[in-house]
Protein backbone atom coordinates (compact mmCIF):
# COMPACT_ATOMS: atom_id res chain seq x y z
CA UNK A 1 0.00 0.00 0.00
CA UNK A 2 1.20 3.66 -0.20
CA UNK A 3 -0.21 6.98 -0.10
CA UNK A 4 0.15 9.73 -2.02
CA UNK A 5 2.08 12.48 0.41
CA UNK A 6 0.40 15.37 -2.02
CA UNK A 7 -3.14 14.62 -1.71
CA UNK A 8 -3.12 12.97 2.19
CA UNK A 9 -4.62 15.97 4.92
CA UNK A 10 -3.98 13.88 7.38
CA UNK A 11 -6.92 13.52 9.28
CA UNK A 12 -5.76 9.40 10.41
CA UNK A 13 -8.77 7.71 9.08
CA UNK A 14 -6.71 4.91 7.48
CA UNK A 15 -4.61 5.08 10.76
CA UNK A 16 -7.84 3.79 12.66
CA UNK A 17 -9.03 1.24 10.26
CA UNK A 18 -5.47 -0.75 9.78
CA UNK A 19 -5.25 -4.25 11.68
CA UNK A 20 -1.86 -3.76 12.35
CA UNK A 21 -1.39 -0.48 13.56
CA UNK A 22 0.89 0.00 10.56
CA UNK A 23 0.18 3.53 9.90
CA UNK A 24 0.63 6.82 11.56
CA UNK A 25 0.34 10.17 11.24
CA UNK A 26 3.51 12.61 11.83
CA UNK A 27 3.64 16.06 10.19
CA UNK A 28 0.27 16.35 9.15
CA UNK A 29 0.46 13.38 7.40
CA UNK A 30 -0.32 9.46 7.41
CA UNK A 31 2.82 7.71 7.02
CA UNK A 32 2.86 3.63 6.23
CA UNK A 33 5.72 1.60 8.40
CA UNK A 34 6.78 -0.34 4.99
CA UNK A 35 7.72 -3.08 7.21
CA UNK A 36 4.98 -3.29 9.42
CA UNK A 37 2.14 -3.28 6.94
CA UNK A 38 1.14 -6.89 5.86
CA UNK A 39 -0.50 -5.65 2.74
CA UNK A 40 -4.26 -6.29 3.63
CA UNK A 41 -5.50 -3.41 1.42
CA UNK A 42 -7.80 -3.33 4.25
CA UNK A 43 -7.53 0.31 4.30
CA UNK A 44 -7.78 0.71 0.66
CA UNK A 45 -11.34 -1.56 0.32
CA UNK A 46 -12.97 0.23 3.00
CA UNK A 47 -12.72 3.70 1.10
CA UNK A 48 -12.02 5.28 4.25
CA UNK A 49 -9.44 8.23 2.87
CA UNK A 50 -11.97 10.93 1.82
CA UNK A 51 -8.77 12.19 -0.41
CA UNK A 52 -8.64 9.06 -2.07
CA UNK A 53 -4.73 9.33 -0.94
CA UNK A 54 -4.55 5.74 -0.71
CA UNK A 55 -3.19 3.49 -3.61
CA UNK A 56 -2.33 0.00 -4.22
CA UNK A 57 1.27 -0.95 -5.40
CA UNK A 58 2.19 -3.73 -8.16
CA UNK A 59 3.82 -5.79 -5.53
CA UNK A 60 6.81 -8.00 -6.72
CA UNK A 61 7.85 -11.27 -5.20
CA UNK A 62 8.47 -11.81 -2.40
CA UNK A 63 5.97 -8.83 -0.57
CA UNK A 64 3.90 -10.38 -3.01
CA UNK A 65 3.16 -12.96 -0.32
CA UNK A 66 2.05 -10.09 1.96
CA UNK A 67 -0.66 -9.63 -0.05
CA UNK A 68 -1.46 -13.42 -0.59
CA UNK A 69 -1.52 -14.53 3.22
CA UNK A 70 -3.53 -10.99 4.26
CA UNK A 71 -5.88 -10.17 1.95
CA UNK A 72 -9.50 -11.50 1.96
CA UNK A 73 -10.13 -10.35 -1.49
CA UNK A 74 -6.51 -12.22 -3.09
CA UNK A 75 -7.85 -15.56 -4.14
CA UNK A 76 -4.81 -18.34 -4.51
CA UNK A 77 -4.87 -19.88 -7.92
CA UNK A 78 -4.32 -23.21 -6.09
CA UNK A 79 -7.13 -23.20 -4.18
CA UNK A 80 -9.70 -20.57 -5.55
CA UNK A 81 -10.43 -19.60 -2.39
CA UNK A 82 -10.90 -16.05 -0.86
CA UNK A 83 -8.49 -15.47 2.27
CA UNK A 84 -5.70 -17.81 3.20
CA UNK A 85 -7.35 -20.93 4.24
CA UNK A 86 -8.27 -23.63 1.86
CA UNK A 87 -12.02 -25.85 1.87
CA UNK A 88 -10.36 -28.07 4.80
CA UNK A 89 -13.26 -29.82 6.34
CA UNK A 90 -15.84 -27.52 4.93
CA UNK A 91 -16.55 -29.96 2.06
CA UNK A 92 -15.47 -33.10 3.77
CA UNK A 93 -19.03 -34.46 2.91
CA UNK A 94 -17.74 -34.26 -0.93
CA UNK A 95 -14.18 -34.32 -0.92
CA UNK A 96 -13.33 -37.29 1.70
CA UNK A 97 -10.35 -35.50 2.63
CA UNK A 98 -10.43 -36.43 6.44
CA UNK A 99 -11.31 -39.86 6.93
CA UNK A 100 -12.51 -41.57 10.18
CA UNK A 101 -8.85 -42.60 11.43
CA UNK A 102 -7.24 -39.09 10.02
CA UNK A 103 -6.89 -35.80 12.29
CA UNK A 104 -6.71 -32.65 10.61
CA UNK A 105 -4.86 -29.77 12.05
CA UNK A 106 -4.73 -25.81 11.54
CA UNK A 107 -2.06 -24.12 13.16
CA UNK A 108 -2.66 -20.28 12.29
CA UNK A 109 0.11 -18.14 13.62
CA UNK A 110 -0.45 -14.37 14.03
CA UNK A 111 -3.84 -14.90 15.07
CA UNK A 112 -5.61 -13.07 15.92
CA UNK A 113 -4.83 -9.91 14.91
CA UNK A 114 -0.97 -9.41 15.77
CA UNK A 115 0.41 -10.75 12.54
CA UNK A 116 3.84 -12.99 11.92
CA UNK A 117 6.96 -13.18 9.99
CA UNK A 118 6.94 -16.08 7.64
CA UNK A 119 10.36 -17.62 9.45
CA UNK A 120 8.00 -18.35 12.50
CA UNK A 121 6.21 -21.19 10.80
CA UNK A 122 9.47 -22.90 10.64
CA UNK A 123 9.66 -23.25 14.07
CA UNK A 124 6.62 -26.05 13.51
CA UNK A 125 7.09 -26.98 10.16
CA UNK A 126 10.51 -28.54 10.75
CA UNK A 127 9.56 -30.99 13.60
CA UNK A 128 6.01 -31.71 12.08
CA UNK A 129 7.91 -32.47 9.03
CA UNK A 130 9.63 -35.14 10.78
CA UNK A 131 6.96 -36.29 12.57
CA UNK A 132 5.94 -37.54 8.38
CA UNK A 133 2.38 -35.11 9.08
CA UNK A 134 0.53 -34.24 5.29
CA UNK A 135 0.52 -31.31 4.62
CA UNK A 136 -2.05 -30.01 2.52
CA UNK A 137 -1.10 -29.45 -1.17
CA UNK A 138 -3.94 -26.88 -1.80
CA UNK A 139 -2.78 -23.99 1.13
CA UNK A 140 -0.45 -21.43 -0.27
CA UNK A 141 1.99 -22.12 2.52
CA UNK A 142 2.81 -25.66 1.61
CA UNK A 143 3.76 -23.78 -1.41
CA UNK A 144 6.31 -21.93 0.26
CA UNK A 145 8.33 -25.34 1.99
CA UNK A 146 11.20 -25.18 0.12
CA UNK A 147 12.19 -29.08 1.24
CA UNK A 148 11.00 -31.76 2.79
CA UNK A 149 12.47 -31.33 5.75
CA UNK A 150 9.76 -28.37 6.63
CA UNK A 151 12.10 -25.21 5.76
CA UNK A 152 10.50 -22.19 4.44
CA UNK A 153 12.02 -20.60 1.10
CA UNK A 154 15.21 -18.29 2.37
CA UNK A 155 13.43 -15.29 0.26
CA UNK A 156 10.12 -14.82 1.65
CA UNK A 157 11.36 -15.56 5.79
CA UNK A 158 11.44 -12.05 6.48
CA UNK A 159 7.98 -11.15 4.99
CA UNK A 160 5.33 -10.40 7.27
CA UNK A 161 1.51 -11.78 6.91
CA UNK A 162 -1.52 -11.14 8.63
CA UNK A 163 -1.33 -15.02 9.92
CA UNK A 164 -0.46 -17.60 7.95
CA UNK A 165 -2.17 -21.27 8.18
CA UNK A 166 -0.26 -24.58 9.07
CA UNK A 167 -2.40 -26.88 7.86
CA UNK A 168 -1.80 -30.76 7.88
CA UNK A 169 -3.29 -34.84 8.72
CA UNK A 170 -1.67 -37.10 10.72
CA UNK A 171 -3.37 -40.95 11.48
CA UNK A 172 -5.29 -40.30 14.94
CA UNK A 173 -2.41 -42.43 16.67
CA UNK A 174 0.02 -39.87 16.11
CA UNK A 175 -2.29 -36.69 18.35
CA UNK A 176 0.07 -36.78 21.35
CA UNK A 177 3.10 -36.42 19.46
CA UNK A 178 1.52 -32.98 17.31
CA UNK A 179 0.30 -31.87 21.00
CA UNK A 180 3.29 -32.13 22.20
CA UNK A 181 5.08 -30.03 19.49
CA UNK A 182 2.49 -27.45 20.27
CA UNK A 183 3.40 -27.45 23.63
CA UNK A 184 6.99 -27.48 23.18
CA UNK A 185 6.63 -24.58 20.54
CA UNK A 186 4.46 -22.41 22.97
CA UNK A 187 6.86 -19.86 24.62
CA UNK A 188 9.30 -20.31 21.54
CA UNK A 189 7.43 -18.01 19.25
CA UNK A 190 7.55 -14.19 19.03
CA UNK A 191 3.60 -13.94 18.30
CA UNK A 192 0.37 -15.95 19.03
CA UNK A 193 -1.39 -18.40 16.86
CA UNK A 194 -4.45 -20.41 17.24
CA UNK A 195 -4.79 -24.19 17.25
CA UNK A 196 -8.13 -25.89 15.23
CA UNK A 197 -8.58 -30.09 14.93
CA UNK A 198 -10.84 -31.55 12.65
CA UNK A 199 -12.20 -35.14 13.29
CA UNK A 200 -15.17 -37.08 11.66
CA UNK A 201 -17.92 -37.26 14.24
CA UNK A 202 -18.82 -40.95 14.87
CA UNK A 203 -22.41 -42.84 13.20
CA UNK A 204 -23.90 -42.40 16.43
CA UNK A 205 -22.72 -38.07 16.21
CA UNK A 206 -20.52 -38.96 18.80
CA UNK A 207 -17.21 -36.87 19.25
CA UNK A 208 -14.92 -38.83 21.96
CA UNK A 209 -11.93 -37.24 20.55
CA UNK A 210 -13.25 -33.98 23.15
CA UNK A 211 -12.52 -36.01 26.02
CA UNK A 212 -9.01 -37.27 25.13
CA UNK A 213 -7.63 -33.67 24.21
CA UNK A 214 -9.24 -32.74 27.91
CA UNK A 215 -7.50 -36.35 28.91
CA UNK A 216 -3.95 -34.79 27.05
CA UNK A 217 -4.17 -30.88 28.54
CA UNK A 218 -5.94 -29.45 25.55
CA UNK A 219 -9.66 -28.96 26.88
CA UNK A 220 -11.33 -27.63 22.89
CA UNK A 221 -13.24 -24.02 23.61
CA UNK A 222 -17.01 -24.63 22.96
CA UNK A 223 -16.87 -23.34 19.69
CA UNK A 224 -16.68 -25.84 16.92
CA UNK A 225 -17.50 -25.95 13.20
CA UNK A 226 -19.40 -28.53 11.86
CA UNK A 227 -20.06 -29.73 8.29
CA UNK A 228 -23.76 -31.41 8.63
CA UNK A 229 -23.12 -33.71 6.03
CA UNK A 230 -25.39 -32.14 2.97
CA UNK A 231 -22.84 -32.60 0.15
CA UNK A 232 -22.14 -34.64 -2.57
CA UNK A 233 -19.94 -34.87 -5.65
CA UNK A 234 -23.06 -35.05 -8.15
CA UNK A 235 -26.68 -34.32 -7.71
CA UNK A 236 -27.54 -37.73 -7.91
CA UNK A 237 -24.32 -38.99 -5.53
CA UNK A 238 -23.70 -40.12 -1.45
CA UNK A 239 -21.91 -38.33 0.70
CA UNK A 240 -18.20 -39.36 1.00
CA UNK B 1 -13.67 -18.77 7.27
CA UNK B 2 -11.75 -21.23 9.04
CA UNK B 3 -11.63 -18.77 11.86
CA UNK B 4 -15.02 -18.34 12.50
CA UNK B 5 -13.88 -21.22 14.94
CA UNK B 6 -11.77 -19.13 16.84
CA UNK B 7 -14.40 -15.84 18.01
CA UNK B 8 -13.90 -15.24 21.62
CA UNK B 9 -16.48 -14.51 24.42
CA UNK B 10 -18.47 -15.98 27.23
CA UNK B 11 -21.13 -18.24 26.11
CA UNK B 12 -24.02 -16.30 27.29
CA UNK B 13 -22.28 -14.17 24.57
CA UNK B 14 -21.71 -16.74 22.02
CA UNK B 15 -25.14 -18.12 22.53
CA UNK B 16 -26.45 -15.05 20.01
CA UNK B 17 -23.48 -15.96 17.33
CA UNK B 18 -23.80 -18.73 14.95
CA UNK B 19 -21.84 -18.67 11.02
CA UNK B 20 -23.26 -21.03 7.97
CA UNK B 21 -21.66 -21.21 5.23
CA UNK B 22 -22.65 -23.00 1.70
CA UNK B 23 -19.74 -23.83 -0.31
CA UNK B 24 -18.94 -25.83 -3.49
CA UNK B 25 -15.98 -28.54 -3.42
CA UNK B 26 -13.38 -27.08 -6.48
CA UNK B 27 -12.90 -29.51 -9.09
CA UNK B 28 -15.93 -32.13 -7.62
CA UNK B 29 -19.24 -30.71 -7.40
CA UNK B 30 -18.68 -26.58 -8.63
CA UNK B 31 -19.48 -27.59 -12.14
CA UNK B 32 -22.12 -29.47 -11.86
CA UNK B 33 -25.42 -29.14 -13.43
CA UNK B 34 -25.94 -25.96 -12.23
CA UNK B 35 -23.48 -25.72 -9.45
CA UNK B 36 -23.84 -21.87 -9.44
CA UNK B 37 -27.61 -21.31 -9.59
CA UNK B 38 -27.75 -24.06 -6.09
CA UNK B 39 -25.14 -22.11 -4.83
CA UNK B 40 -27.78 -18.90 -5.46
CA UNK B 41 -30.21 -20.53 -3.63
CA UNK B 42 -28.81 -21.70 -0.77
CA UNK B 43 -28.21 -17.98 -0.32
CA UNK B 44 -31.29 -17.09 -0.98
CA UNK B 45 -32.34 -20.01 2.30
CA UNK B 46 -30.38 -17.79 4.09
CA UNK B 47 -31.69 -14.74 3.79
CA UNK B 48 -34.88 -15.81 4.47
CA UNK B 49 -34.33 -16.94 7.51
CA UNK B 50 -33.52 -13.13 9.14
CA UNK B 51 -29.66 -13.14 9.23
CA UNK B 52 -27.65 -10.38 11.24
CA UNK B 53 -25.44 -10.14 7.96
CA UNK B 54 -24.92 -12.00 5.18
CA UNK B 55 -21.96 -11.93 2.51
CA UNK B 56 -22.87 -9.22 -0.37
CA UNK B 57 -25.12 -10.71 -2.95
CA UNK B 58 -22.84 -8.82 -5.55
CA UNK B 59 -20.10 -11.55 -4.50
CA UNK B 60 -22.34 -14.69 -4.51
CA UNK B 61 -21.50 -15.57 -8.55
CA UNK B 62 -18.06 -14.65 -8.29
CA UNK B 63 -17.42 -16.41 -5.20
CA UNK B 64 -17.60 -20.42 -4.35
CA UNK B 65 -18.48 -19.59 -0.69
CA UNK B 66 -21.65 -17.84 0.48
CA UNK B 67 -21.81 -16.64 3.94
CA UNK B 68 -24.13 -15.69 6.66
CA UNK B 69 -24.03 -14.93 10.22
CA UNK B 70 -27.54 -15.17 12.80
CA UNK B 71 -28.52 -14.21 16.27
CA UNK B 72 -30.56 -16.36 17.14
CA UNK B 73 -30.47 -20.33 17.48
CA UNK B 74 -34.02 -20.92 16.28
CA UNK B 75 -32.99 -19.00 13.09
CA UNK B 76 -30.33 -21.88 12.64
CA UNK B 77 -32.30 -24.72 12.79
CA UNK B 78 -34.95 -23.27 10.55
CA UNK B 79 -32.71 -22.34 7.75
CA UNK B 80 -30.67 -25.77 8.30
CA UNK B 81 -34.19 -27.84 8.10
CA UNK B 82 -34.74 -25.98 4.70
CA UNK B 83 -31.71 -26.31 2.90
CA UNK B 84 -32.43 -30.02 3.99
CA UNK B 85 -35.43 -30.13 2.29
CA UNK B 86 -33.90 -28.16 -0.58
CA UNK B 87 -31.46 -31.11 -1.08
CA UNK B 88 -28.86 -29.07 -2.86
CA UNK B 89 -26.17 -31.19 -2.80
CA UNK B 90 -23.78 -28.74 -1.93
CA UNK B 91 -21.90 -28.81 1.42
CA UNK B 92 -23.51 -26.42 4.58
CA UNK B 93 -20.66 -25.95 7.54
CA UNK B 94 -22.26 -24.17 10.50
CA UNK B 95 -19.75 -22.87 13.06
CA UNK B 96 -20.47 -21.47 17.11
CA UNK B 97 -21.25 -23.48 20.40
CA UNK B 98 -20.87 -26.82 19.53
CA UNK B 99 -24.07 -27.89 21.93
CA UNK B 100 -26.56 -25.08 19.99
CA UNK B 101 -25.00 -26.66 16.78
CA UNK B 102 -25.78 -30.03 17.95
CA UNK B 103 -29.40 -29.36 18.75
CA UNK B 104 -30.04 -27.64 15.55
CA UNK B 105 -28.69 -30.48 13.62
CA UNK B 106 -30.82 -32.64 15.44
CA UNK B 107 -33.85 -31.15 15.30
CA UNK B 108 -33.37 -30.46 11.52
CA UNK B 109 -33.01 -33.92 11.14
CA UNK B 110 -29.55 -33.97 10.18
CA UNK B 111 -25.87 -35.37 11.61
CA UNK B 112 -22.91 -34.12 12.28
CA UNK B 113 -20.58 -35.22 9.59
CA UNK B 114 -17.13 -33.44 10.33
CA UNK B 115 -16.21 -31.20 13.25
CA UNK B 116 -13.18 -28.88 13.63
CA UNK B 117 -12.53 -28.32 17.76
CA UNK B 118 -10.97 -24.81 18.53
CA UNK B 119 -7.99 -25.63 20.87
CA UNK B 120 -7.55 -22.11 21.62
CA UNK B 121 -5.03 -19.21 21.52
CA UNK B 122 -1.76 -19.54 22.16
CA UNK B 123 1.76 -18.21 22.57
CA UNK B 124 2.05 -14.20 23.51
CA UNK B 125 -0.98 -13.72 24.64
CA UNK B 126 0.30 -10.82 26.78
CA UNK B 127 0.57 -8.81 23.60
CA UNK B 128 -3.31 -9.22 22.68
CA UNK B 129 -5.43 -6.42 23.13
CA UNK B 130 -8.05 -6.99 26.12
CA UNK B 131 -10.94 -9.98 25.89
CA UNK B 132 -13.95 -7.63 25.43
CA UNK B 133 -12.21 -5.95 22.28
CA UNK B 134 -10.93 -9.31 21.00
CA UNK B 135 -14.67 -10.58 21.09
CA UNK B 136 -15.29 -7.93 18.82
CA UNK B 137 -12.60 -8.05 16.14
CA UNK B 138 -12.15 -11.84 16.00
CA UNK B 139 -15.48 -11.37 14.64
CA UNK B 140 -14.11 -10.94 11.50
CA UNK B 141 -12.95 -14.25 9.91
CA UNK B 142 -10.11 -12.51 8.26
CA UNK B 143 -9.29 -10.27 10.90
CA UNK B 144 -9.58 -7.21 9.45
CA UNK B 145 -11.34 -5.62 12.19
CA UNK B 146 -8.66 -3.16 14.36
CA UNK B 147 -9.01 -2.63 18.17
CA UNK B 148 -7.81 1.15 17.25
CA UNK B 149 -11.55 1.18 15.50
CA UNK B 150 -13.41 -0.45 18.36
CA UNK B 151 -11.69 2.21 21.01
CA UNK B 152 -13.16 5.34 18.13
CA UNK B 153 -16.49 3.67 17.66
CA UNK B 154 -16.36 3.16 21.95
CA UNK B 155 -15.46 6.58 22.10
CA UNK B 156 -18.61 8.10 19.80
CA UNK B 157 -21.04 5.74 21.69
CA UNK B 158 -20.19 7.59 24.96
CA UNK B 159 -19.22 10.69 23.73
CA UNK B 160 -21.10 12.01 20.61
CA UNK B 161 -24.26 10.18 21.31
CA UNK B 162 -23.77 7.93 18.11
CA UNK B 163 -26.34 5.55 18.06
CA UNK B 164 -24.80 2.11 19.36
CA UNK B 165 -26.41 0.19 15.79
CA UNK B 166 -24.63 2.23 13.66
CA UNK B 167 -21.05 2.14 15.38
CA UNK B 168 -21.82 -1.58 14.85
CA UNK B 169 -22.31 -0.85 11.50
CA UNK B 170 -19.16 0.95 10.84
CA UNK B 171 -17.38 -1.62 12.77
CA UNK B 172 -18.61 -4.13 10.27
CA UNK B 173 -17.17 -2.32 7.14
CA UNK B 174 -14.21 -4.23 6.39
CA UNK B 175 -15.88 -7.58 7.01
CA UNK B 176 -16.87 -8.68 2.90
CA UNK B 177 -17.85 -12.06 4.39
CA UNK B 178 -20.50 -10.93 6.48
CA UNK B 179 -19.84 -12.52 9.27
CA UNK B 180 -19.63 -10.23 11.43
CA UNK B 181 -22.31 -10.38 14.07
CA UNK B 182 -24.02 -6.53 14.13
CA UNK B 183 -26.18 -7.15 17.02
CA UNK B 184 -24.16 -8.60 18.89
CA UNK B 185 -21.28 -6.27 18.32
CA UNK B 186 -24.05 -3.56 19.66
CA UNK B 187 -24.34 -5.47 22.74
CA UNK B 188 -20.61 -5.54 23.18
CA UNK B 189 -19.75 -2.07 22.31
CA UNK B 190 -22.56 -1.36 24.78
CA UNK B 191 -20.52 -2.40 27.58
CA UNK B 192 -17.40 -1.16 26.57
CA UNK B 193 -19.24 2.33 26.11
CA UNK B 194 -20.41 1.62 29.93
CA UNK B 195 -17.51 0.51 31.48
CA UNK B 196 -13.94 1.83 31.55
CA UNK B 197 -11.18 3.38 28.96
CA UNK B 198 -8.24 0.57 30.45
CA UNK B 199 -6.73 -1.16 27.55
CA UNK B 200 -8.86 0.84 24.77
Known sequence: MKIKQDKCTGCGSCAVICPVEAIHVADGKAMIDKDACVECSTCYRTAVCPARAIIQERLKWPRLVRNIFSDVASSHKITGVPGRGTEEMKTNDVTGRFGPEDLGFSIELGRPGLGARLASVELFTVPLSRLGVEYEQANPLTALLADGDGHIKDDVKGERVLSAIIEFKVPSAKLTDVLAIIKELEGKVDTVFTVGMIARAGADGGLPIIDVLSERGFPPRPNAKVNVGLGRASPGGGVA | ?200
Open chain 2, 1 to 200: MTHSLHRTGDASSLERDYVILAMLAKGINDSAPAASERLMRAGAIFKKHGPVNIMMESLWTISPVITVVYDDENKVKQALRALKEADLGISIVVSGLLSGIQAATREAGLSMHTVHLSLGIFGCKDKLPRSEVLDLTTMCGHHCISPANVAIQVNRIRNLGVPVDAAAAELAKPCICGIFNTSRAAALLMQLAEGDDKGL
